[in-house]
């Protein structure tokens, strides 16, 4: 896979992008905030949620063998898998058993993760994304880049083109057009298909009840009308009882689309029951894939989130360069611990420095998660860099020379503001500062002003001393 | 499999166990449920705020003041389009007889055939004042089809079934939402707004919902 410096070049080189980036986060951020005015005893509602996540994370094993029993009552069938090729496996399997040949899925990141699709199609079978930016998404041979909005880069015209090349449709920039192209390509795909696949927004213990959550209605066509509805749900996504999970949905619908609830939220509790419609089977796929790990140290907070989103609104390295340049499923601030937690920070360590530290993500996150804390747990044990160059580590010695005499110092600085002065062309230098042109190969730096802070403070006390 | 299947199960845990005591957690902060509870309303005032909620997501909403008023409301909305809808004895106010001499289908009609309908008719198990939501029940006689393949969805809802909160109905009917295999909370129609986040109505679900509530 391509270096994390060049997707950053390759993203901040994309003004479309960009300008996408900058409309959409902003509109995310205010929504957010207007709805959770709207939200009393919003605080407490928050500190409530982060410590149920808390405790259920604390006696896990407890909770996912509860879990289990719960949803084996509900008539559910529940599988285990330790990683991604163990789950890829089950979910092939239960089709097979069943000669599934076409698959509906309503968007599941853990999917995203285990590069379901792929084993899928390998295995011979079809799968069909139905969120509208995931199909968009799939039919561009592309990859989501926004947890809730996958298709943030792109604009309505990529999208118009797109269709009008896949899908051999006359072109149209128009959203309404578009959604309605989808609409009618998608229904026949939900009509046709054997099996839906669904990720869980969240499982909760007691009941054994899976909460899906769309604005869309695809994970309801996707759990109504297969015969087979397969669950992949991680096994950090818990909540204890119906009464938790009704103040999560108010969090989550808040804090990922500015919604009080989202348009549809379904709590499936086992297969359709007599003549009623709804799946004949339904198989929870309880998947570890790495959680496990991460519970047993520094991340195991994160194993908490609730996948909304809006630290990625907020966080300014996202902001600027978009989903794709974190180079794998989970983007953003709470990515770039994720994706180390799950895959090893070996070839991963490059996310972790990719912040600013601002807070803003800990700020905005429902459940208080503190990424900023976790984010320096992980620069600490990021691997020692390659040694600095001899040009470099020379020009920091005599720096702490000069450093170390005042006068000469004084001496120093004087000669090389004038000699920056005399470089730059107008007021800004680019390009060519020895030592410092990996810096300002991208960026402008400033000349240094006529008079220094210290000649002008001397001056004033001169003066004043009249 | 199975075999293969009880050992991850046993990998997992064991993995989870021994983690979940080395796991450096933040400590449970004090909290307090007691602002949490629903702010109990007055009767009067629920209709009022559920009207106020459907007005804001788009929701077309007409209350009536008996049955007679909600089945003729109802035949007007219908005209002469064809309807899947929950068995007629699922329906109150005895809407079914409004649906006489029309094109008609049920739970036991092919899906195809259900996705044909213009219109989807439901009752409602609630309706959630707080947030403008639908409560379905998931059952036998009460297709989740038919709040969901036509583009237009009339839901039928009385009075006595508005909540002000989603927990005053869990916690009255719990015995009922235990039991069902689908819970559908719906609030509004279909949306999205993956496209430049402009927002556009009836992706997959209804484009347009309309409630008759009656007394």
């Known amino acids: ?466 | 499999m199975e075999n293969k299947l009880s050992k991850s199960k046993e990998v997992i845990l064991t993995r989870v166990r021994e983690s979940q005591v080395l796991a450096r957690l933040p400590e449970i902060m004090p909290e307090s449920t007691d602002g949490l509870k629903s702010h109990h309303q007055p009767e009067s005032d629920l209709l009022n705020s559920l009207q106020k909620e459907f007005d804001l997501l788009g929701v077309e909403t007409y209350v009536e003041k008996n049955q007679k008023a909600v089945c003729k409301r109802l035949r007007n909305l219908l005209q002469d389009k064809s309807v899947l809808s929950w068995n007629l004895d699922n329906l109150p106010y005895d809407a079914g007889t409004v649906l006489q001499s029309r094109n008609v289908y049920f739970e036991r009609d092919d899906k195809i055939i259900q996705a044909s309908a213009d219109i989807g008719l439901t009752g409602c198990d609630a309706a959630i004042a707080e947030t403008g939501s639908l409560v379905l029940l998931s059952g036998e006689g009460k297709p989740r089809t038919a709040s969901l393949l036509p583009f237009e969805h009339i839901a039928l809802i009385r009075q006595s079934d508005i909540y002000f909160t989603m927990s005053d109905f869990f916690d009255k009917k719990g015995k009922e939402v235990s039991q069902a295999s689908c819970i559908d909370i719906i609030t509004g129609p279909s949306r999205t707004a993956d496209i430049e986040l402009s927002l556009t109505l009836g992706v997959h679900g209804p484009g347009k919902v309309i409630v008759v509530i009656g007394p």
């Open chain 1, 1 to 466: 896979m391509s270096h994390f410096s060049d997707r950053v070049d390759k993203a901040l080189a994309d003004d479309n992008l960009s300008e996408a980036l900058k409309k959409a986060t902003s509109q995310l951020v205010s929504r957010r905030s207007t709805a959770f005015s709207s939200l009393e005893d919003a605080e407490n509602l928050r500190d409530i949620a982060r410590n149920t996540k808390m405790k259920i994370l604390h006696n896990l094993e407890d909770n996912l063998l509860k879990f289990e029993k719960s949803l084996q009552k509900n008539g559910s069938h529940v599988h285990w898998a330790k990683d991604a090729e163990e789950a890829n496996n089950v979910v092939i399997e239960i089709a097979q058993k069943q000669a599934v040949k076409k698959i509906v899925k309503s968007k599941s990141m853990l999917s995203e993760e285990i590069h379901l699709n792929t084993a899928l199609i390998k295995a011979g079978m079809q799968v069909v994304e139905t969120d509208l930016g995931e199909y968009i998404v799939q039919l561009a041979g592309d990859k989501p880049s926004h947890i809730i909005a996958p298709i943030i880069h792109m604009t309505r015209e990529d999208v118009g083109n797109l269709m009008h090349d896949r899908l051999s449709v006359p072109f149209s920039d128009e959203p309404e057009v578009l959604t309605r192209i989808a609409r009618r390509k998608l229904r026949q795909e939900f009509l046709d298909a054997d099996m839906g696949i669904t990720g869980a927004n969240f499982g909760v213990v007691e009941t054994g009840s899976i909460c899906l959550v769309t604005n869309e209605g695809n994970a309801r066509m996707v759990t109504t009308l297969p015969k087979i509805h397969v669950v992949l749900i991680g096994i950090e996504k818990l909540v204890a009882t119906f009464e938790d999970l009704n103040r999560f949905l108010k969090l989550l619908a808040r804090s990922a689309t500015g919604q009080k609830l989202s348009v549809y939220t379904s709590i499936i509790q086992g297969p359709g029951k007599g003549t009623e419609t709804g799946p004949e089977e339904v198989h929870v796929v309880l998947v570890d894939n790495g959680r496990s790990g991460m519970l047993g140290g520094d991340l195991a907070e994160s194993l908490a989130c609730i996948r909304c989103g809006a630290c990625l609104n907020v966080c300014p390295i996202y902001k600027n360069i978009g989903g794709h340049a974190y180079g794998d499923t989970y983007a953003g601030p709470i990515g770039s611990i994720i994706t180390p937690g799950l895959r090893g920070l070996a070839q991963w360590h490059e996310l972790p420095a990719a912040s600013t530290l601002c807070g803003a993500c800990k700020e905005v996150c429902p459940i208080r998660i503190d990424i900023p804390k976790m984010l320096l747990k992980l620069r600490q044990v990021t691997p020692p860099k390659v040694k600095a160059s001899i040009s470099l580590r020379m020009a920091i010695k005599c720096f702490a020379v000069i450093a170390g005499i005042p006068k000469v110092y004084k001496g120093f600085t004087a000669f090389g503001s004038r000699l920056l002065r005399f470089l730059g062309s107008k007021s800004w230098l680019t390009n060519n500062i020895p030592l410092l042109d990996r810096w300002t190969k991208v960026r402008d730096f400033k000349t240094p002003a006529k008079k220094s802070f210290q000649r002008m403070w001397q001056e004033k006390i001169a003066k004043d001393g009249k």
